[in-house]
Nanobody
Framework: QVQLEESGGGLVQAGGSLRLSCAASGRTFARYSMGWFRQAPGKEREFVAAIRRSGGSTSYADSVKGRFTLFRLIAENTVYLQMNSLKPEDTAVYYC????????????????WGQGTQVTVSS
């Protein structure tokens, strides 16, 4: 069983920055690739970014490419999502998730989820 706990959400003005954290239980990164998703009210959950368990390469949604950076600290069992140049359309609940696949953009292919953290960007 993998436990994930997000933190770092909040209210920020457009153009500002936030760093989300996802603390994972055990040696999660050795067995699972990690992803970040977000869900705005009335919308489907969408892919934001992912990091492969082997090698640590990353992938991003086009909407956040160049503004968001995903990285992990294996010794801390934590993945981070650094979000810069935030826009009002980035407002959503952000979820951290773990998949046994090498990588995926699809929520259905993730096995474990955190409870989510709210990010609100004001204009």
């Amino acid at each position: 069983q993998v436990q994930l706990e997000e933190s770092g959400g909040g209210l920020v003005q457009a153009g500002g920055s936030l760093r989300l954290s996802c603390a994972a239980s055990g040696r999660t990164f050795a067995r699972y690739s990690m992803g970040w998703f977000r869900q705005a009210p009335g919308k489907e959950r969408e892919f934001v970014a992912a990091i492969r368990r082997s090698g640590g390469s990353t992938s991003y949604a086009d909407s956040v490419k160049g503004r968001f950076t995903l990285f992990r600290l294996i010794a801390e069992n934590t993945v981070y999502l650094q979000m810069n140049s935030l826009k009002p359309e980035d407002t959503a609940v952000y979820y951290c998730a773990a998949t046994s696949l090498e990588t995926s953009m699809f929520p259905s292919e993730y096995n474990y989820w955190g409870q989510g953290t709210q990010v609100t960007v004001s204009s």
